[in-house]
């Protein structure tokens, strides 16, 4: 166990619906990462946030909307998917740092299968 | 933008026998250059890290080494054992951005 978890593993969704992805680390950490894993393509960084402030946002579509309420929980907000979205959705999390500096090492979850239909 | 080329993305050994997979960078302002390992249905975990002021590191059977002027950094896994059967990524950063390569799959033969 990387100390990093991730609810629900699975999730069916039909394009109209919306679900919550959630990520819980019980590391101490202060940054915490979505990113998305699909068939032969390289894992996309989606979201940043370090010390709860979203430093990074890879260009997403705003049917994807991220919220971490505190340092230790990340939140997915998904509503009206493509199918082309089904991927495995991984939270990351790291020691973080007040300033831009060298990323630090990453532990990643388990992950989300996505399917959406 | 960064680019990270990695290969091959399939790799079968002899168990016993040594795996290197390579990867190269486009930006040479990265810094720091980690290798995960993902096994199936786990998410990615570091096996092995380096930064660019460092040219090799080496722990027990896993080694990385990094040439910052061509560009290109490789893991190397000795005395390959069945567990070493998984999916290894490269990734180059600087910052906070972070560009993974596609993957390695690499099969450990008995």
């Known amino acids: 166990e990387t100390g990093v978890t991730q609810t629900p593993r699975h999730l069916v969704m039909g394009m109209t619906n919306k679900k919550s992805l959630k990520c819980e680390q019980h590391?101490?950490?202060?940054?915490m990462y979505w990113y998305k894993q699909s068939a032969k393509k390289p894992l996309e960084l989606m979201f940043v946030?370090?010390?709860?402030?979203?430093?990074e946002n890879n260009s997403v579509p705003s049917r994807f909307s991220p919220e971490c309420p505190n340092s230790s929980h990340l939140f997915l907000h998904l509503h009206t998917l493509q199918p082309e979205d089904s991927a495995l959705y991984l939270c990351?999390?790291?020691?973080?740092?007040?300033?831009?500096?060298?990323?630090?090492?990453?532990?990643f979850g388990p992950g989300t299968r996505l399917t959406v239909l | 933008g960064e680019n990270v080329e990695q290969h091959p993305s399939t790799l079968s050994v002899q168990e016993g026998d040594s795996a290197v997979i390579k990867c190269t960078y486009s930006?040479?302002?990265?810094?720091?250059f980690p290798w995960y390992k993902q096994e199936l249905g786990k998410g990615p975990q570091l096996i092995i890290d380096?930064?660019?002021?460092?040219g090799e590191k080496k722990d027990q059977r896993i080694a990385v080494t990094l040439n910052k002027t061509a560009k290109h950094f490789s893991l190397h896994i000795t005395e390959t054992q069945p567990e070493d059967s998984a999916v290894y990524f490269c990734?180059?950063?600087?910052?906070?951005?972070?560009?993974f390569g596609k993957g390695t799959r690499l099969h450990i033969l008995p």
């Open positions: 990351a999390s790291s020691q973080g740092r007040l300033a831009r500096g060298l990323l630090d090492t990453q532990y």
């Open positions: 946030y370090n010390f709860k402030e979203q430093t």
């Open positions: 990734a180059a950063s600087k910052g906070d951005k972070i560009i």
């Open positions: 930006d040479s302002a990265s810094n720091y």
């Open positions: 380096i930064r660019s002021n460092v």
């Open positions: 590391l101490g950490h202060n940054a």
